[in-house]
């Protein structure tokens, strides 16, 4: 064994020792070419040498490069990519890009694409980029463009169903996703219901989705992690950018407060179709037979403000409300509904030198929801909340000789309501009220180097020490990470990753209830926290004179004290909600393939899952493993873009999936305990989520066309979504069939299915001043 040691060791010397023996340091900044502004995540690789690296908070990038002539290129989502020769000498040097914004929509996939040589130099695996100017190209429901239903159109991501907008990526269940806006955690990033996500496309610079090899400074999830980033002001004018749509309006205004040293953006976003149908119902409101129209509509609201304190100082303030409201009013009957989340985030950013940054932040997040109800005289209100508050500190480090540290650490305290009830009369003459409370503490620690061995293997690792506290329980555990990418030749790439994930707040959902009743919950004495392994290998291909990426990703994932619900739980109004508890196991494995086009009028991805999903629980199903209702054989994606000219271009999406899961009753009893009464109707089940719903396809089809406004700029989106009017299922449900001659007499039942979205053309007018 010791000597397989020594072999393994003095052949990544003799490997790495050469290469590394006449190199130096190229670091610099990679700036927008209108404000300024420093862009995060940039790309700046040296493609011949087969190294490249990503931009941290400040713009900042650094490579170390060996001695001769390279080529270097930046790229950034939206930007044009800047290209400069270096001569790599005996001291190190300082080349710094500045990059000018894509001239027209269609460019900016091509843009993201001029980074494939990157993607196939990349360390990190399993993760998917998206600006919202890509986001906007694509044909959306009513019109409305979604980052969220973006990212399901990504191999591995795949969506709950008809109609939402939540996410399951790799097996994991929607709460086991690590949702992030401007580093501040977001609990339910939906709207309507989960119809569309809470991200208002004009204020998003750019999202980036790890569905696995997770770095070291996330953690508290198990599935995935999302990494939304806001944009910042403009440096140089008062600019306005928003959109008119079928049932929603948005506006972003941003510029200057101080030229160069304060800037501001503010953006907001809200529907509309409520104000028509509280108009419709005033109308028909002396019409016995017309049923009201439940009112609905959300809003949110987005802003950031940057201050420059000086060269090596900055501030930034951003924040994010969000509300959902539902309402009915019927006859001495009112329902009303209503949830968002609250987000505030104070960040200060210091640079020591220029190997060493420094950003530390203040957050405060919420997420609520409040029923409130009300029949005759009587009424009640029901509510569940988390609020959180965390401190944060970030470092970068870049050491040289290939390492780049990244270390940290990060508490959070969380308080939680949970189903907190009042009722009362009118009169007050019946009052009582109920709820539990619960706090807990967590926290993390983290270190992780990004090491460039040579340019044929790279590696990132690192460990994080994660940790809660909760009704007197402290739960702490080691999480390792690490990926590795080995570079074959300039065209072919195998990169690997393992990563290890701890969830120690857990979302409760009644799955029967027709509203949402999202519940979270802390670890305890009685809840130990979930935990996630995944490991993944894969194998990437440049072909066709750069135009073409194809990669392919095997996975497995399995997880522990997974966590679901006895028959009939009771979510609300309950002492002893842990009583209603059932923990098992998960696990999911499967293959993901992926080939994106890149350059030419028309582009586009191709992407195809085959996957499994399991879970296994002593008291479901017999103790026997059973399938996810989000267990999903076959999931395809076919996305293709192409300008017809420089004013019009033309996008598609396909969309096929295995149905999902579900139990149907395989027997029925029926039993009369008074004669002459109808017979009640018992269901028989056995295996859980043995049958399956009809496979999900659709296709959309959108067209772009650019305006010529005497100012700025502006364009008319036009989409159709679901064009061949597919009746995709969202749920099925059983009818009695009675007999025509005794009514009483129950002859079978009848299958049949919901479906929510026909065939939607909308239209969307867009403007940039």
Do not use: C
Not at 311 to 334: A, I, Q, V
Not at 400 to 408: E, R
Not at 738 to 756: P, R
Request: no cysteine; net charge neutral; glycine share 8%.
């Amino acid at each position: 064994m010791h000597i397989y040691r020594i072999t393994v060791v003095s052949l990544l010397l003799l490997i790495s020792l050469p290469s590394w023996a006449q190199r130096q340091v190229v670091q610099g900044y990679v700036r927008a070419a209108t404000n300024g502004e420093a862009l995060i995540g940039a790309t700046v690789s040296a493609p011949e040498a087969a190294i490249g690296t990503i931009t941290n908070e400040n713009g900042y990038y650094q490579l170390n490069l060996p001695e001769g002539e390279h080529t270097l290129q930046a790229t950034y989502v939206g930007y044009g990519t800047a290209t400069r020769t270096v001569t790599v000498a005996e001291s190190s040097q300082s080349i710094n890009f500045t990059l000018e914004p894509a001239s027209n929509e269609l460019k900016v996939v091509e843009v993201q694409a001029s980074s494939l040589q990157q993607k196939l130099n990349d360390t990190r695996m399993s993760v998917e980029s998206l600006s919202s100017r890509e986001a906007k190209l694509l044909p959306a429901l009513f019109g409305e463009v979604d980052l969220v239903k973006t990212l399901q159109l990504k191999p591995g991501i795949q969506s709950g169903g008809e109609g939402t907008s939540g996410l399951y990526v790799r097996g994991g269940g929607p709460d086991q996703n690590l949702v992030l806006l401007d580093d501040a955690m977001i609990y339910n990033p939906s709207h309507l219901f989960g119809f569309f996500s809470v991200f208002n496309p004009d204020a998003v610079k750019s999202v980036e989705l790890y569905k696995g090899g997770f770095p070291a400074q996330f953690g508290g999830r198990l599935s995935s992690v999302v990494d939304v980033r806001m944009n910042k002001g403009n440096n140089e004018r008062i600019r306005s950018t928003g959109g008119l749509g079928l049932i929603s309006s948005r506006l972003t205004v941003d510029g200057p407060i101080v030229k160069d040293k304060l800037n501001f953006s503010v953006s907001g976003r809200r529907t509309y179709v409520d104000i028509f149908t509280r108009q419709l119902n005033r109308i028909k409101e002396g019409d016995k037979d017309y049923n009201p129209i439940p009112d609905y509509y959300f809003y949110d609201l987005n802003g950031n403000l940057n201050y420059t304190l000086s060269e090596k100082d900055e501030l930034s303030l951003s924040g994010y409300y969000g509300r959902d409201f539902f309402g009915f009013n019927d006859s001495g009957f009112s329902f009303g509904f209503d949830w968002g989340n609250t987000m505030g985030n104070l960040r200060w950013r210091h640079k020591f030198n220029e190997n060493l940054y420094a950003t530390t932040s203040l957050t405060s997040t919420g997420y609520k929801y409040n029923i409130n109800n009300k029949i005759d005289i009587f009424s009640f209100k029901l509510s569940s909340e988390v609020q959180d508050y965390t401190f944060k500190t970030d470092f970068d480090w870049f050491v040289g000789d290939g390492h780049s540290l990244k270390f940290g650490a990060q508490a959070t305290h969380h308080d939680f309501t949970v189903g907190r009830l009042n009722f009362e009369s009118e009169d007050s003459t019946l009052s009582f009220g109920a709820g539990n409370t619960y706090s807990g503490s967590e926290f993390g620690l983290y270190a992780s180097d990004d090491f460039v061995l040579s340019p044929m293997l790279s590696f990132n690792y690192g460990l994080r020490l994660s940790g809660f506290n909760s009704s007197g329980k402290t739960y702490a555990a080691l999480e390792p990470r690490v990926s590795a990418k080995y570079t074959l030749n300039e065209h072919t790439s195998l990169k690997a990753s393992y990563a290890s994930m701890m969830q120690y707040v857990h979302l409760l959902t009644n799955s029967g209830a027709s509203l949402p009743t999202d519940i979270w919950y802390p670890s305890n004495r009685n809840v130990q926290p979930q935990r996630s392994q995944q490991a993944a290998v894969g194998v990437s291909h440049l072909f066709g004179k750069g135009k073409y990426l194809i990669t392919n990703e095997i996975y497995y994932k399995w997880m522990q004290n997974q966590i679901d619900f006895r028959d009939g739980a009771n979510l609300f109004v309950n002492d002893s909600l842990e009583n209603e508890f059932l923990f098992g196991k998960g696990d999911s494995y499967g293959n993901e393939l992926y080939l994106e086009k890149v350059n030419g009028k028309t582009t586009g991805w191709l992407g195809y899952t085959l996957s499994w999903t399991y879970r296994k629980f002593d008291g479901i199903n017999n103790g026997r493993r059973f399938p996810a209702r989000y267990d999903r054989r076959h999931d395809i994606s076919l996305v293709l873009m192409h300008q017809l000219n420089k004013r019009l271009s033309l996008t598609g999406a396909f969309v096929y999936g295995t149905g999902n899961a579900y139990s149907v009753p395989v027997a029925r009893f029926a039993f009369q305990d008074v004669e002459g009464k109808e017979p009640t109707v018992i269901p028989i089940y056995e295996d859980r989520n043995a049958y399956r719903l009809a496979a999900y396809h659709r296709l959309d089809l959108g067209a772009v066309l650019k305006l010529k406004p005497r100012r700025g700029e502006a364009d008319l989106t036009f989409s159709v979504y679901n064009v061949y009017n597919r009746r995709n299922p969202y749920f099925v449900y059983f009818e009695q069939q009675k007999d025509k001659n005794n009514e009483q007499t129950i002859i079978g039942f009848q299958a049949k299915q919901v479906s929510l979205f026909p065939v939607i053309p909308s239209v969307t007018y867009n403007f940039r001043f």
